[in-house]
């Protein structure tokens, strides 16, 4: 009996305890926080307010007057001095870790005993012009050495001589144009182009597969002038002697021309200069238009149509040659530019993330300028100094951020985007694992009207939170939002009450990130008013007078604007690293599938015939955006349900959100541009600065009518369709729950 009462005893107290536990789970279970990030989030807020409101503007001022005094072309010893001096203040500002990275690529410049110059010559061969060999230099800056005179950089070698021809702004509806209605062949003459409207480099691609023999490029008024302003010092308009530098080559997403693909280390393998990516065949040289003038004036040939009309007071005659009094002269181009291997500099600045420091943030902008770089690229550069000197700041108050933030001062932007690029392939398959981001940080201004974001859809969202939390800078406008002030200014009226946002075409150091490796990435700015102000990026752009004086004189006095691109920069950076959740929307990404694949089927549309003949349908397309649209809807309300006191279920959903973008990343590539990858973006192949939407489409239907094989030109339409109804398929599949 006693043994029968003591095991009795023993189960009583062992029921009692078993119960006494499960009633204590069930309570801490139900009891437990809904939200017990709530803490960390509110303190992420907190920060969030102070990050934003370090950042002040006389110091981005000072920024701006630090890194402009002295020419630092990539590859020489100021912009390396410069570097060191990045890299030794992001220390000073606290970084956990700052490092030099260094590429040894091609880069081009002029012969300082031989210099680049357009000469009219006689019959006997006499020069009767010889154009400006150099800009007039602007007040207070005459001392200054090494000044690089306007060149085309990579241009071919070579004094060609010729008669000219006048092709408008060089794009390829305007030579087919000159071919097709004006019946002019341009095969061995020399051919002027406009600078705006595509990027110069396809310019001379055009010029090449024209059969010119060189081409010269110049700045017209129409196209960099402003309405009622007055050329720099007086006003920010371009002086009749300026001329834009810029590279002309046609890497399609390479880098550095002699190592495609892959890092240019001392160990990489280089092919040799005539196999070159991109290089082109032709001497390329830049002008200014009161140089201009002098080669179009006596112009003979055809009147040109109206829309080929600049604002010079010549009559832009088409050619070929002068007119009969000026017939036996001819032009001459004397270009000796020389193309080296020279090192560059990267600058890396790392915080090391606290709880995920595998998942990497980036805010990139370069830092090599054709002069003093005003605007272009230092406006951004010292955007991003305040930013990391605010972002330590924050570190020495006890703040870190979630995800790892890595800041890039890259070098040799201008000659092709070459430090950016190399970094992407030397670092290419740790991103494509780590990478949630990369915001880039170019000219932070190019206009005094508004604010201008470019980025992939799955960012929409977060700028325009993010734009409600700063203020506008316009005077006037205190205690209105930016976003307010935005939307005021440029609503998207033909898709939705909101503020305008771009696709990102190219033409900046996101390239690799973005195009190559399918990384989400965006990039902000301050611009002008595009419904009025007509010319082409800005007036001084790549010239002499890219000075600081032209920012704090016009553009931007208070460096109010500046400041407001810097949060909007900074705040993203911010959000991405620091949020629990990535701020990411698959939604907007869905919406913005829809509306790409009904503007590719309207261009297709109008060949009907020919869509009916060769039996092509989109309709594989459509359904794989439907799919997308579910896909992405489930994703999101599986969201609201997340238990996000389980970090492994937060980083199985924010894995999810990261790889996104790369899901639209075909390995191949695009058809003759194996670099740019995504299937959903790319520059457009006849204008680099250009985004299109579904590329391989846009592409295989360009100019279509004109094709000699009809029926392989829409096979090909119909190839094209096919990859990206797969690869838009295949991206919603990522967002399903992974089992």
């Known amino acids: 009996m006693r043994k029968e009462s003591r095991l009795l005893k023993w189960i009583y107290w062992i029921v009692v305890v078993t119960a006494l536990f499960l009633l204590g789970f069930a309570i801490g279970w139900f009891a437990k926080r809904t939200h017990p990030n709530t803490e960390n989030n509110s303190a992420s807020r907190r920060y969030l ?49 700052v490092e030099m990275v260094p590429y040894d690529v091609l880069l081009s410049y002029p012969n300082k005993s031989q210099p680049n110059y357009i000469s009219i010559v006689d019959q006997l061969g006499n020069e009767v012009f010889n154009s400006s060999l150099a800009e007039p230099v602007p007040e207070g800056y005459e001392d200054s050495a090494n000044i690089v005179p306007p060149y085309s950089a990579f241009s071919a070698k070579g004094q060609p001589e010729g008669d000219l021809v006048y092709v408008n702004y060089g794009r390829t509806e305007d030579f087919f144009q000159l071919e097709r209605e004006m019946g002019i062949n341009v095969t061995g003459k ?52 300026g001329a834009q530098r810029g590279n002309v080559l046609n890497l399609n997403g390479a880098g550095d021309p002699l190592t495609p693909g892959y890092p240019a280390k001392d160990y990489t393998y280089r092919f040799s200069l005539e196999d070159g990516v991109g290089l082109p065949k032709i001497p390329v040289h830049p002008i200014g238009f009161h140089d201009a003038i002098q080669l179009l004036k006596n112009m003979g040939g055809q009147i040109p149509p109206n829309n080929w009309k600049g604002a010079l007071n010549v009559s832009y005659r088409i050619g ?150 700063i203020t506008s800078p316009e005077e006037g406008e205190e205690g209105v939002s930016l976003y307010e002030s935005w939307h005021k200014r440029d609503n998207w009226t033909n898709d939705r009450d909101a503020p305008r946002i771009s696709k990102l075409g190219s033409g900046s150091d996101f390239e690799a990130y973005f195009i190559r490796l399918g990384i ?30 032209i920012v704090e004189k016009f553009y931007d006095p208070t460096f109010k604007r500046l400041q407001a691109v810097a949060q909007v920069r900074g705040g993203l950076i911010f959000l991405l690293a620091d949020s629990q959740l990535l701020p990411l929307d698959a939604d907007q990404y869905a ?70 973008e790369r899901a639209f990343i075909d390995p191949l590539g695009l058809p003759g541009r194996p670099f740019y990858r995504h299937v959903i973006f790319a520059p457009s192949s006849h204008n680099k600065y250009a985004g299109m939407s579904f590329p391989g489409i846009y592409d295989a239907l360009f100019d279509i009518e004109n094709s000699a094989d009809p029926q392989k030109a829409w096979e090909e339409v119909k190839r094209q369709i096919s990859i990206a109804a797969f690869t838009v398929h295949a991206a919603a599949m990522t967002l399903t729950p992974p089992a």
């Open 49 to 97: 307010r102070e990050f934003l409101d370090e950042m002040q503007p006389n110091n981005i001022r000072e920024h701006l007057r630090k890194f402009t005094q002295l020419p630092h072309l990539a590859g020489t010893e100021q912009n390396l001095r410069y570097a060191e001096q990045i890299r030794d203040e992001w220390l000073e500002f606290g970084l956990d870790s």
């Open 190 to 241: 020399i051919v002027i182009v406009r600078y705006g409207k595509i990027f110069r480099g396809n310019k001379v691609k055009n010029a090449m597969l024209a059969g010119a023999k060189g081409i010269i490029m110049f700045s017209d008024p129409a196209d960099y002038w402003a309405a009622g302003v007055k050329p720099y010092p007086a006003g920010w308009n371009l002086p009749g002697g």
């Open 320 to 469: 070929p040659g002068f007119t009969d009094d000026f017939k036996s002269q001819m032009v001459r181009m004397n270009i000796n530019t020389d193309n080296k291997v020279t090192r560059i500099y990267n600058v890396i600045g790392r915080i090391r993330g606290a709880l995920e420091p595998d998942r990497y943030v980036i805010l990139g902008g370069h830092r090599d300028a054709w002069v003093f770089g005003g605007i272009d690229p230092m406006s951004g550069a010292a955007v991003v100094h305040e930013t990391v000197r605010s972002a330590g700041r924050l570190l020495s108050k006890g703040w870190r951020p979630r995800r790892t933030i890595v800041f890039a001062s890259w070098d040799a932007e201008e000659f092709g985007l070459l430090g950016s690029t190399e970094w992407a392939e030397d670092n290419a398959k740790l991103l494509q694992e780590r990478a949630v981001a990369y915001i880039n940080a170019d000219s932070a201004i190019e206009g005094m009207y508004t604010l201008r974001v470019d980025c992939t859809p799955s960012l929409h969202t977060l700028v325009y939170d993010l734009t409600k939390q």
């Open 520 to 549: 989400a990435a965006g990039r902000a700015r301050y611009t002008k008013n595009k419904k009025t102000e007509r010319y082409s990026s800005y007036p001084v752009y790549h010239s002499v007078y890219e000075t600081f004086e």
């Open 591 to 660: 919406d913005s599938l829809r509306k790409y694949a009904h503007s590719i089927t309207q261009l297709a549309q109008s060949h009907p015939e020919e869509m009916k003949m060769y039996e092509v349908s989109f309709d594989s397309l459509f359904s794989a955006v439907d799919n997308f649209t579910v896909a992405a809807r489930d994703f999101h309300e599986r969201l609201q349900t997340l238990n996000r006191a389980d970090p492994l279920q937060v980083r199985v959903m924010n894995d999810q959100l990261m790889y996104l």
